[in-house]
């Protein structure tokens, strides 16, 4: 099993272009996130898609949009990318259980990708 | 609201102990978590403690929850140079339905021979 996998690895950007950050996972999870991680500030949640068919935004989504393609896919876009979009994108993802005694929550993630936009 | 506070950065020698000290704020997490990063790489599960537990014992790995105070902290006996990476806390607060994790911004552990 390759787990999560994520695509480009690298990629440089000016600004105002767009793309697409590509995420596949093979655990049949029903859960998937997309992170940023910039120094000092950990990581942050941009969106998350809690099952197949359904998004909502996480904690910094502004200049982001996502698509959760089937249960397999969510993909991360940037329409007009900006110099403060400079990060490492992190795909992960989960199947919570537990129900209503509390939710266990293990979260697995993608090697990263090394956004740079000029 | 939800926060998750640790300290950046910890340098210790080669077979001393190490403690990474975390504080959450949101009592409602049945969860919490450690998570390693090595370089290069994603964050990868280390160890969790269910909320009910004051302590989990994994091998080198000690966790401690300390509830009344929202503390948690990992200790790491017999530290080694593999060991040197980014340790994240987190937790799952319930009002979130347990789908979203509130990381730490990450301890920078340095393992020095």
Redesign the interface.
Known sequence: NAG?TQTPKFQVLKTGQSMTLQCAQDMNHN?MYW?RQDP????R?IY?S?SEGTTDK?EVPNGYNVSRLNKREFSLRLESAAPSQTSVY?C?SSE?S?GA???????F????TRLTVL | GEDVEQSLFLSVREGDSSVINCTYTDSSSTYLYWYKQEPGAGLQLLTYIFSNMDMKQDQRLTVLLNKKDKHLSLRIADTQTGDSAIYFCAESPLNTGGFKTIFGAGTRLFVKA
Do not use: H
């Open positions: 999560v859960s992170y000092g500030m950990g990581l949640l998350y809690a996480g992190f992960a919570p537990g005694g509390g939710s266990y929550n293990e979260q993630f993608g090697p990263g």
